[in-house]
């Protein structure tokens, strides 16, 4: 092919190089120059333009594009019409892509005028959602070089259909597992599955055993569940924990603990006869990528997944910053001592109050929220956040004259996590870490916080703290700002508790003898009970019976 400045008088039939927009013209580039062109041109005062003429033996961009396309394109992969030297291909149905790497870079690697671009290899896609684009650089190909790359393509992408349609989750459990942070695991872990056009055909709770473990197995192998997907209350450790155990326990065979991909690195795959199942990171409670997602969707595509796939991941594996690496790449300047924020949740409507307000309820004389807020007031944390939702002047009124920063958080009904969101994002950007108190646990004491506050330890790995009292865990909690981009896209009611089982190791629990770190106040008999307990406390009279029933899952 012949390229560059010609003049107008041998320019007709050629094809224009470059746009060229001038009154009464609008050339475009690979459109072919017409005697109209040629005059407007002229009467532009233009002598000479860009073209390429293609030689006897060249083939065209579209058609050599086209040729391509239909060339590579495998099962269940569609071809678009070529355009302007670019043909793409698409998912004729929901699956898993699959790429022939090493031919397409050969096919590639032909001549600098043809290139192949293709999705990831086992990227999940939809129908009609483009896994690949042949495109032709040059305006035509040399005969030769197309002909080469002919020889070199074949069906070389194709769509694995997702075949698994029936999955059952197990989870096991623990004292101190909220309920909403297990049916958050499973709403997350069914539009997943949705994905693939599978569902949830079977769910069982189980004891932390590996007895029980191995008899849901048994169980949902038996009732034809075609993948088991098991979440346990604790992260898996060794080979030997309860659910590789009880995987073993059923009859099945652990095929892989551990994988090169973060998050994910706690991922189990195995199988009972011919049922894979899945030992779930903690991660996967989350909706956020992770390698769970990985192997998940070959398996429901009916692909074997290796130890040799595996171990093949780490590069491209690290999906997003861990925040409990003890060096992340972006490290947050702090100064020293470092500075520690109070977040004060003060958006809800709690509504099982009756109608009234009921942080703004008073509470031996002083309305809910002012308590917490004065607790936090009374700390070494600062700034102090209160974030409001539901009537947002009245919590304002109530704090009138303390010093504290408000937030509105305009999507409160939408649950917790909004609310939390929205006080971590108005953090100055020096803050360190965070204590996140609920405007209706009045009992919680300055001292305490200042307790946790302390109790962190970065260096040494301890970014989150946490009050303890005989294995049960309560509030406030401190984060590590490590967690904030993490707190920041959580959804729904659940809160962040399911972070703390996620990142165990990153957990500092502080030991606690009060009850305040337990009592919230969600009805009006609660706050009658613990009004009753306050003033028996002040006449040295035994009432702990009130405060049977307060105690906060809240996180």
Known sequence: ?????APLDEAEGAIAAHSIRIPGLELRKGARVDAGALDALRRAGICEIVVARPDSDDVAEDAAAAALAIAIAGPQVTVERAFTGRSNLFAACAGVVQVDRARIDALNAVDEAVTVATLAQYRSVQAGEMVATVKIIPFAVAGDA???????????????????????????????????????????????????????????????????VAG???????????????????????????????????????????????????????????????????????????????VLHRLLAGLPVTRADIVGMGVGGLLMEIATRPQPRDPVEVPAPPRIAAVVLA???????????????????????????????ASSLRPVVVVTGHEPERAKAVLDGLDVTFVHNPDYADGISTSLAAGIKALP??????????????????????????????????????????????????????????????????????????????VVEVPVDEDGAFIDVDTRDALELLELHMIAERSDVDASAALDGMQSEDA
């Open 1 to 5: 092919m012949k390229f560059g400045p």
């Open 146 to 212: 197309f002909g080469a790359a002919l020889d070199a393509a074949a069906p070389l992408v194709e769509v694995v259909p997702y075949r698994i349609r029936r999955a059952t989750l197990i989870a096991t459990l623990l004292p101190g597992l909220p309920e909403k942070v297990m049916a958050k695991t499973r709403r997350v872990t069914a539009a997943r599955l949705a994905s693939a056009g599978a569902e949830l055909t079977g769910e069982a709770r189980v004891p932390h055993t590996t007895e029980a």
């Open 216 to 294: 849901a197995l048994r169980k949902a192998a038996s009732e034809g569940a075609e993948l088991a997907l098991v979440f346990g209350a604790s992260a898996i450790a060794d080979r030997r924990d309860v659910i590789p155990a009880g995987i073993e326990a059923a009859g099945g065979v652990v095929e892989h603990f551990g994988m090169p991909v973060d998050p994910g690195n706690l991922m189990l795959v195995g199988r009972v006869g011919d049922m894979p199942v899945l030992g779930a990171p903690g991660c996967a409670r989350s909706p956020k990528e992770n390698g769970f997602d990985w």
């Open 347 to 377: 958006a809800g409507r709690g509504t099982r109050m009756g109608g009234a307000n009921k942080l703004a309820s008073p509470l031996d004389g002083e309305p809910l929220l002012r308590r917490v807020v004065a607790s936090a007031l």
């Open 429 to 506: 950007e020096d803050v360190a870490a965070a204590a996140v108190l609920l405007g209706d646990m009045p009992r919680v004491s300055p001292d305490l916080i200042d307790r946790l506050a302390h109790a962190l330890n970065p260096e040494a790995g301890g970014l989150i703290a946490v009050p303890v009292r005989e294995g049960r865990r309560g509030n406030p909690v401190v984060w590590s700002r490590r967690f904030f981009p993490e707190l920041t896209t959580l959804d729904g009611d659940v809160g962040a508790r399911h972070l703390i089982g996620a990142n165990a190791e990153a």
